[in-house]
């Protein structure tokens, strides 16, 4: 009985000193990894918006609103967690960067954030979280996949795998049609979205 009590007491005493130092750990790293984090969102926002020269968080966003716009557009795999205004240097606000969350990759979460110009461009977008699978899916980082959501009209896009022959098509990455789907829906809901930011339908 007493090598019981003594071995649940030895037992304790690890539980207590690791969570101690788990703890520690915690508070020592807390602070580093938001900064880090924070400069990544900072470097996605500057990456749709280079000409951009503050951001500022939306008055009013409401993540579960924006996500219901999406959803009632027919993009119900979305979440659109924030919404910040890109400004000039006179402080004139020049469009919206959207960070949205994709549940239709083929290896997860996608999270990226989105550019949309006042007057209704796309301004392409930067991925902050992915995934998928290496030389197929995770190609939604490339230029060559990205490229095809910046300069374009803020409207609706189809994914296609015969070959562009429209702004409204997103041709498919190659063995990864899945991606390309959840990207492409995911601007879709973006689009949504800023259009009901200037009282569009």
Do not use: W
């Not at 990456?47 to 119900?76: N, Q």
């Not at 995770?138 to 095809?148: I, L, R, T, V, W």
């Amino acid at each position: 009985m007493n090598k019981l009590v003594k071995d649940a007491l030895v037992l304790t005493a690890i539980t207590l000193i690791a969570g101690v130092c788990l703890g520690g750990v915690y508070e020592i790293t807390k602070d580093p990894i938001a900064k880090a984090q924070e400069s990544a969102t900072q470097e996605s926002y500057k990456a749709v918006f280079a000409d951009a020269a503050s951001f500022e968080d939306l008055e009013g966003f409401d993540a579960d609103a924006a996500t219901k716009i999406a959803a009632d557009a027919g993009y119900t795999d979305d979440d659109i967690t924030n919404c910040v205004v890109a400004k000039d240097d006179a402080g004139q606000a020049i469009g919206y960067v959207i960070t949205i969350t994709s549940h239709a990759g083929y290896g997860g979460d996608i999270t990226f954030s989105m550019g949309v110009t006042n007057d209704g461009t796309l301004n392409g977008y930067s991925i902050t979280d992915i995934s998928e699978t290496a030389g197929l899916g995770m190609k939604a980082k490339e230029d060559g996949f990205m490229s095809q959501f910046a300069g374009i009209p803020a409207q609706i896009l189809e994914v296609t795998k015969s070959g562009k022959t429209a702004d409204t098509e997103i041709e498919a990455i190659s063995g990864a049609t899945i991606t390309s789907r959840a990207v492409t829906s995911a601007v879709n809901s973006c689009v949504a979205y800023s259009k009901s930011l200037k009282g569009g339908n």
